[in-house]
């Protein structure tokens, strides 16, 4: 597909990936949701939906800050890899030549490469890992050597992937160590600056405080009332969950981490925090992939990168397509946000409306003069009277509901898709709608709905959807379906 139709398709969808996302946050009880979206430095979502805080009714903004939490580990290696750049650093170094106060001890020989990568075998959040839930503070620089120095060490380095706070905390020592700097310093001349970014730092910065988007908690029920859960510093640990940011700055963050972009570090260093560095397998289950300071994600058949973030009350995803340049940040102010869920349905959607595009280029090639999205001709057949992925004038484009749900059908990449905006993952229930014979009907494939059946639609005087048959059964347009209720009347 041409950049041109990959730029065009993406500006085409853009509201409805806001909608989408938005139906999302409402349907899960998320006080708010950012999200943005962009592209070789075309942003074509930035979205805030919901409240700020839940207590005073502050309505969230695409300013507001949210805490990233282990999307830090990303900065971090993109730290350490300027250092290893510039010959300040090897991967291979022993942190206990790093770190006086670790020499001789158990922890000494364990390298560079092998916390970035979670190799290490060093404990997660130590013994007593309460600072999660505000119950203590956030570890200093001694009580993290401590930590390492008494329990640090759990598995043998390269024995097993474990993801590990401490060992990145440790991380953060090392680069103050090798620089002389406080690892804020050296982030903020090293990436926040070069990036020109204005809301993104490594820390709770107490003169920003009302900036920040209000941590809340999670539900135990679905009618569990929110409490506000306060920020705090996380001191020694910002290395492995301190940062703050917003969804479009972290775009523009992620945006660095596509080959050709040098800003930050070299496509030689992105090779090797981008390649797998660890496959997670227990017992014979895959549960995830690793790189270094980086996860690594299959959707489809976009091979992504980036980060999860879990902090008391804020819960964030990243997706970035180094090859392509796509970027998906969504970030969710709960214990509970569906932050990962709605980064990687939009992610879906994407990829449903470029793969659609593409087939309308190919009909469009094929078909030669007056062939294109709208069908191949007045029968709405190809040459070789198959159905064609046309979409009429007077397509029953909106948001349906009736007793058993809700169901969006939009223009994805110039073919109609049926869409169940509850889905988790709408790649996986997502139909189709072609014409065939003049008709438009459910694309006529195996299947156990009403494929091949026809779509019907009843219209007011006006023109304006009265109901329609997607499937066997009516639905209204929502607030129509709200207003009638969801099971008619029948006395008399």
Same mark, same amino acid.
């Given at each position: ?41 075309? %942003?074509?979502?930035? $979205? !805030? ?9 502050? @309505? ?18 993109? =730290? &350490? ?7 300040? =650093?090897?991967?291979?170094?022993? *942190? ?39 119950? +203590? ?43 002389? +700097? ?7 001349? !090293? &990436? ?31 009618? @569990? ?41 070299? @496509? ?13 397998? %227990?017992?014979? +289950? ?5 790189? &270094?300071?980086?996860? $690594? ?6 091979? =992504? *990168? ?17 090859? @392509? ?29 470029? !793969? !659609? ?82 008709? $438009? ?52």
């Amino acid at each position: 597909m041409t950049e041109d139709r990959t730029a065009q398709t993406l500006r085409s969808i853009a509201p409805y990936l806001a909608e989408w996302a938005s139906f999302q946050a409402a349907y899960h009880g998320i006080p708010g949701l950012q999200l943005a979206v962009g592209r070789r430095g075309e %942003v074509f979502v930035d $979205l !805030a939906w919901g409240k700020a805080d839940v207590e005073t009714g502050e @309505d969230l903004t695409s300013d507001h800050l949210f805490r990233i939490a282990s999307h830090s580990k990303t900065f971090t290696g993109v =730290l &350490v890899m300027q250092l290893v750049e510039r010959g300040e =650093l090897r991967l291979d170094d022993a *942190v206990g030549d790093l770190v006086p106060e670790l020499d001789g001890s158990r922890a000494a020989g364990i390298t560079v490469r092998e916390l970035l990568g979670h190799q290490a075998g060093i404990i997660r959040d130590s013994s007593d890992g309460d600072f999660w839930q505000h119950h +203590k503070p956030f570890l200093d620089r001694a009580e993290v050597l401590e930590c390492v120095r008494a329990e640090g060490v759990v598995f043998e380095p390269n024995e097993h992937f474990k993801y590990t706070n401490i060992g990145y905390s440790l991380l953060g020592i090392v680069i103050e160590q090798v620089t002389g +700097k406080t690892y804020d310093e050296v982030a903020r001349a !090293a &990436v926040v600056e070069p990036l020109g970014l204005t809301r993104t730092g490594t820390e709770l910065d107490p003169a920003r405080a009302a900036e920040y988007a209000a941590g809340h908690t999670g539900r135990i029920t679905h009618d @569990d009332a929110r409490r506000v859960i306060p920020h705090v510093d996380t001191r020694a640990m910002a290395a492995a969950t301190g940062w703050y940011s917003t969804a479009l700055e972290m775009v523009r963050y992620g945006a660095a981490h596509v080959f050709g972009d040098t800003t930050l570090i070299s @496509d030689a260093s992105k090779r090797i925090m981008q390649r797998e560095e660890s496959r997670l397998v %227990v017992r014979g +289950k895959e549960v995830g992939r690793y790189g &270094v300071g980086m996860g $690594l994600r299959t959707i489809g058949d976009r091979e =992504l *990168v980036g980060h999860s973030g879990g902090y008391p009350g804020h819960i964030t995803r990243t997706h970035i397509d180094p090859v @392509d340049g796509l970027v998906v940040s969504s970030l969710t102010n709960a214990v509970d946000g569906a932050a990962e869920q709605i980064a990687t349905g939009v992610i879906q959607l994407i990829n449903l409306a470029l !793969a !659609a595009a593409a087939e309308v280029a190919a009909v469009e090639t094929a078909g030669g003069a007056g062939v294109g999205a709208a069908g191949k001709g007045a029968d709405g057949k190809g040459a070789d009277g198959d159905p064609v992925p046309a979409i009429p004038a007077d397509a029953p484009l909106g948001r349906f509901a009736n007793l058993w749900g809700v169901v969006d059908v939009v223009d994805l990449g110039g073919i109609l898709h049926v869409i169940n905006p509850r889905a988790a993952e709408p790649a996986e229930v997502v139909e189709r709608l072609v014409v065939s014979e003049g008709r $438009l009907v459910h694309e006529p494939v195996a299947g156990f709905g009403t494929v091949g059946e026809p779509v019907q639609v009843e219209r007011d005087a006006d023109g304006a959807i009265v109901s329609a048959r997607i499937g066997a059964m009516t639905s209204w347009p929502v607030e129509d379906f709200r207003a009638r209720g969801p099971v008619p009347d029948r006395q008399g």
